[in-house]
């Protein structure tokens, strides 16, 4: 069962047989965290939005469901930079009408987890400089200089944003133009800076130990994607109160009040283009839908091989994202405990639990094996994280386990009825949710003594509430060709046609609201004037 995003009470969406109107200015194809802030942005200049969802709750990654007295948000576990002293905190406050209230996790807010070591990773760069230095009291001065050298890094990446949502032309010139007097970041991997910089392989570790916040380890990924990740946290991390999916209430609810309106159930089979030129969407069920400008909130090759004519497919636009490789999939322990938690050591603090200091490309749980753990296991506990969360007499809390398993493994299942899954699958699920509760024992053996209930999501449920492909967990991976592909950005080669979500420009939600911002700018210049 779905938490509805609702705003003072009211829905904010309603299904595609209850529309009220049929006149808009754009139509945006999904309702994830891009395709919200898009329309949202748009919204605030007076545009009116069509949001098209195929699933029947909207919010994407923003979703929260429920089982009896627990509830639990699929994607929004920590979000850093939501003051208002931050840009990201400030477009969210725009965006939103300042109606999304922050918590903060508190310090630590991310807690990492070695054999022989851990470490906390506290609310401030400087708390945060401080701890790494009596961690490593020998590279006291090679850590100064990582600190200075990633914030500038990050704040560099401001200036390749900016010119990935101009006209093709200028950013392609205005990017080597600055790449001529500075160096391109996003075409070199993190492990190769880190290398460069002279850092010790346990300091890259712990350095790198938020790589399962982008989704690529340290020898794959760019670096400029690790140092805005990193700098987005060292202001410590927050939470939405009342949960994730106040943000998808809060931003419709704009949506709505500017005359638009969000629509689920309404499955989109193409966009239509005629003569080089986007007009509508069709649906599954024949349904047209025309607007100004379409903009596909959907993953970047949903859109390339699913939502664009077949002539299109055949693009080197197209093909060029299509080869592009994919985040890797994930599974997610849904648990609800009942109980005094708090009592047996939870607390709104992320808990990271490493089975050994390498990171290679060994990270994805070989479940094959029988006796085989997952090295990385994330751990979250979003009751304890919301001020709003009221846990009865019975102590009712939830918690969630992440981590990365192949998708081999699941794609046999991939064409079956998400309702009707056969017994196989069911019995492969069950066995693999033991596995992870025999080793959550092992991490945190007292707040485990206090689960009552427990549901898996696989890849496939990922693949079929969001449209994440293969179940990837942020979309297309955090890699230099990723990043380096001057085809992939919100402006397409069809014109009125354009990309936003996680994939045409940043990963997360703040990066999926970056890039609605950026989609909303290439269509309404004014944005600018909320994101610079």
Known sequence: MSVLPKYEGERVYRQVKARKTSNW??????????????AAALAHYGKKVLILERHYIPGGFTHMFQRGKFSWDVGVHALGEMDNRHKVG????????????????????????????DIGFP?????????????????????DEYFVFAKKVAKSTEFWFAMKSMPELIGKWGRRLYHLFNKNY???????????????????????????????????????????????????????????????????????????????GADVHEIIVENGKA??????????FFAKKIVSGAPAKTTMSKLLPEKYRKTEWSKSIMELKNSPPYICLHMGFEGDIKKAGASSTNWWFNNRWEVDNDFV????????????LYVSFPSLKDPQ??????????????????????????????????????????????????????????VMKHLTFCEMSTPLTAEHFCGAI???????????????????????????????????????????????????????????????
């Open 186 to 264: 996003w075409e070199l991997t993190t492990k190769v800076v880190m290398d460069e910089m002279g850092l010790s392989p346990k300091l890259q570790t712990v350095l790198c130990a938020q790589w399962g916040y982008y989704g690529s380890i340290p020898q794959e990924s760019s670096f400029a994607i690790h140092a805005l990740t990193q700098t987005h946290f060292w202001g410590g991390a927050y939470y939405p109160e009342g949960g994730a999916k106040e943000i998808a209430g809060s931003l419709l609810k704009v949506v709505e009040d500017a005359g638009g309106e969000t629509l689920c």
């Open 90 to 117: 400030q477009m969210l406050n725009w965006l939103s009408n300042n109606k999304i209230k922050m918590k903060s996790l508190g310090s630590p807010y991310d807690q990492f987890f070695w054999p022989g070591f």
């Open 279 to 288: 007009k509508g969407v069709r649906l599954t069920t024949g349904e047209e």
């Open 25 to 38: 200015d754009v139509i945006v194809v999904g309702s994830g965290m891009g395709g919200m802030c898009c």
């Open 365 to 376: 749980w070989n479940i094959k094996e029988k006796d085989a753990e997952a090295d990385i």
């Open 470 to 532: 293969q179940g990837a967990i942020y979309g297309l991976a955090s890699e230099p060709k990723r990043f380096n592909n001057e085809k992939l950005r919100p402006r397409t080669p069809i014109r009125n046609f354009y990309l936003t979500g996680i994939d045409s420009m940043s990963i997360g939600v703040a990066g999926a609201m970056t890039s609605g911002m950026m989609t909303a700018a290439a269509i309404d210049p004014r944005v600018y004037t909320k994101i610079v």
């Open 123 to 143: 609310d401030s760069r400087e708390k945060f400089n401080k701890v790494l230095k009596e961690k490593f009291p020998d590279e006291v001065d090679k850590i």
């Open 389 to 446: 969360h009221v846990p009865s007499e019975n102590n009712y809390h939830t918690g969630e386990c992440v981590t990365f398993i192949p998708y081999d493994e699941f794609e046999q299942w991939n064409e079956t009825n998400r309702t009707n899954r056969p017994e196989e699958y069911k019995k492969y699920k069950q066995e693999i949710e033991d596995r992870l509760i025999a080793q959550l024992k092992k991490h945190m053996p007292e």
